[in-house]
């Protein structure tokens, strides 16, 4: 890295409009969750940017690229679990910097009778890279 102190200052070529940002960041993780009830494996990954990071508790999980879900991952989360539709409950931002939105994300995971299997609370952070919003880190 050519400067260390670029590393801790936001990106300084974007307007700072941050309930434009906000409302972009909702929208992406909106269509993400359309994506995912519509059981759309692709359609999830045109809503990430990658690498893609996860921090599943204590464990870091990096996606270098889309499609690492398995074809059957649908189904073996409604088999498992039960599982028909994800319910956003809250989302709101935490953080709003130049490219960046930090969200807390509050969801359930349903059963065909709306009866509720999980419920999580998480950060999901959306960055404005490559002229889109993508979520670029999700937190659980």
Partial sequence: MHNPAS???PASDMETNESF???????CIDSFTDAFNARNLAGMDACLHFPHIILSGERLVIWEVGGQLP????DDLERDTGWNRTVYLDR???LVSPRKVHLFVEYSRNRADGSVITLHKNLWVVTYDGDRWGIKQRSY
């Fill in 7 to 9: 590393l801790f200052g």
């Fill in 21 to 27: 940002m906000v409302s972009q960041a909702i929208a």
């Fill in 71 to 74: 074809a059957s991952f649908f």
């Fill in 92 to 94: 709101h931002a935490v």
